[in-house]
């Protein structure tokens, strides 16, 4: 498979990502100390743009990271870098960024004050979607059974950090028995979110989903579903703890996530759920189809072309 072209945007130098950029000193690298932030675009506007830099300075202050710069100079610096993207890759279409940002580097150790300065490095790639056919059909997860998610008390998952291996080797597990994407527990056996995405069941016509307290990330698309999409269509939503044993009673299931907004899932192993248009998911997903594109009219300063 022909790896797309990804534009990258390191302290400022604009460069092909595959190109070193930094140094081995670098924190982020070496022990995982960066926060990030993933931004996609719809009609060539930056969606959710607030709501998304809100979070990273809330992970900025939880890791008790200084940012390289404010909200205007960052959508600057991505407006180049989508811009230069567009100039080098053969393809028009909507586009995934990523900024993330490290303590900096300095001095081996894992004392943050060896650090010297917070860096910065943007990626611009094309935005990453399911197939027509699985997006049609549904997804397919599997619960992670080797590991649970780390608790809140631990590193708490609602920081978006550059720590990610308890999300990697939970999703390994789920792809090695051909699923698409891992649910992943807590110590309490309660259903948590899956590796890169929330998750949600409808039941009775109520959109259930884990609290922030089960242990999981404050998803942007989580929240506009909270506060603005299920509340438009008349559609109760309510946040409560999901065991194993209430599988059985969900009529519907789909996964929230920035990068492909809402997806339905099929099954999670044996569990089957309720896809295609006669769904309480299918309104949800025409409604959220309509507010990104409200969205971008009303935003005309976060276009990028």
């Known amino acids: 498979m022909p790896v797309p072209y990804i534009q990258a945007n390191t302290n400022g130098r604009l460069h092909d990502a595959r190109e070193p950029a930094v140094s081995p000193l670098n924190r982020g690298f070496l022990y995982g100390d960066a926060i990030y932030e993933v931004w996609r675009t719809y009609h ?11 979070r990273l300075e809330r992970s900025a202050a939880a890791l008790y990271m200084t940012l390289p710069f404010g909200p205007a100079d960052a959508l600057n610096e991505i407006k180049r870098t989508v811009a230069a993207f567009f100039s080098r890759a053969d393809v028009r279409a909507d586009v995934y960024i990523r900024l993330q940002i490290t303590r900096g580097a300095g001095v081996i150790g894992l004392d943050p004050a060896l650090a010297d300065r917070s860096d910065f490095t943007l990626l611009v790639q094309p935005n990453p979607t399911w197939t027509p056919q699985r997006l049609k059909d549904g997804l397919r997860l599997s619960l992670a059974t080797s590991l649970r998610r780390n608790p809140i008390t631990a590193l708490n998952p ?20 051909g699923a698409d994407e891992v649910v992943i527990t807590n110590f309490d056996d309660e259903i948590t979110e899956a590796a890169v995405s929330n998750i949600a069941f409808v039941s009775n016509g109520e959109i259930l989903t884990p609290p922030m307290a089960a242990g999981i990330l404050g998803g942007i698309t989580r929240q506009l579903l909270q506060e603005k999409i299920a509340p438009a269509l008349g559609v109760p939503m309510r946040e409560i703890a999901i065991g194993l044993g209430d599988l059985a009673r969900m009529d519907e299931c789909f996964l929230l996530s920035t990068t492909k907004d809402l997806s339905a899932v099929a099954t999670i192993d044996n569990a089957s759920f309720k896809v295609g248009n006669n769904t309480v998911f299918a309104q949800l997903k025409r409604a959220f189809g309509h507010y990104t594109h409200t969205y971008a009219q009303a935003h005309p300063e976060l276009r990028l072309a």
């Open 44 to 54: 060539d506007v930056v969606f959710a743009w607030e709501e998304h830099w809100r």
């Open 158 to 177: 609602a920081w978006k950090t550059g720590n990610y291996l308890n999300n990697i080797l939970c999703l390994r597990e789920a792809r090695t028995r």
